[in-house]
């Protein structure tokens, strides 16, 4: 092994061990609680035709969503409807095997009356 691969390696190394260290120790910086929600959702991107999703957690600037969708990445935008609603838009911030999380761009408004609902059963 070159010089050049040893380093790389070993920044490599360095780089997982400081992210995984800083995950650990980071403050949650969510803007808002988040709820346990199961609730099913259509999810699309400006390309495709929309996949069924679940909602598993949900606050008024984001949630997380479980399913398979081949597409999804990080910084993809996402429209995702549930239910009669108006569709929601946002941007994933994670993306984890069949989970990924998705932040709003905007607050969940008064108009997002479904949305609102599961917020409410889960006490909001």
Same mark, same amino acid.
Request: negative net charge.
């Given at each position: 092994?070159?010089?050049?691969? &040893?380093?790389m390696?070993?920044m490599?190394?360095?780089?997982t061990?400081?992210?995984?260290? &800083?995950?650990?120790?980071?403050?949650?910086? &969510?803007?808002? /609680? &988040? +709820?346990s929600?199961? $609730?099913?959702?259509a999810?699309?991107?400006? !390309?495709?035709?929309?996949? /069924?999703?679940?909602? @598993?957690?949900?606050?008024? +600037? #984001?949630?997380s969503?479980?399913? @398979?969708? =081949?597409?999804?990445?990080? #910084?993809k935008i996402?429209t /995702?409807?549930?239910e009669?609603?108006?569709p929601?838009? $946002? /941007?994933?911030?994670?993306?984890?095997?069949?989970? =990924? #999380?998705?932040e709003f !761009?905007?607050p969940? $408004?008064?108009? +997002?009356?479904?949305?609102?609902?599961?917020?409410e059963?889960?006490? !909001?």
């Amino acid at each position: 092994m070159e010089t050049g691969e &040893r380093q790389m390696t070993t920044m490599s190394k360095l780089v997982t061990i400081h992210e995984t260290e &800083r995950s650990a120790s980071t403050p949650d910086r &969510r803007k808002a /609680i &988040r +709820h346990s929600v199961t $609730a099913i959702v259509a999810v699309s991107d400006a !390309f495709g035709d929309p996949v /069924i999703m679940q909602v @598993e957690d949900l606050s008024t +600037h #984001g949630c997380s969503l479980n399913g @398979e969708a =081949a597409w999804l990445r990080i #910084g993809k935008i996402l429209t /995702i409807k549930l239910e009669d609603d108006s569709p929601v838009q $946002a /941007i994933t911030r994670w993306v984890r095997g069949n989970a =990924a #999380g998705a932040e709003f !761009f905007r607050p969940l $408004a008064a108009e +997002h009356s479904c949305w609102r609902q599961l917020l409410e059963a889960q006490g !909001f």
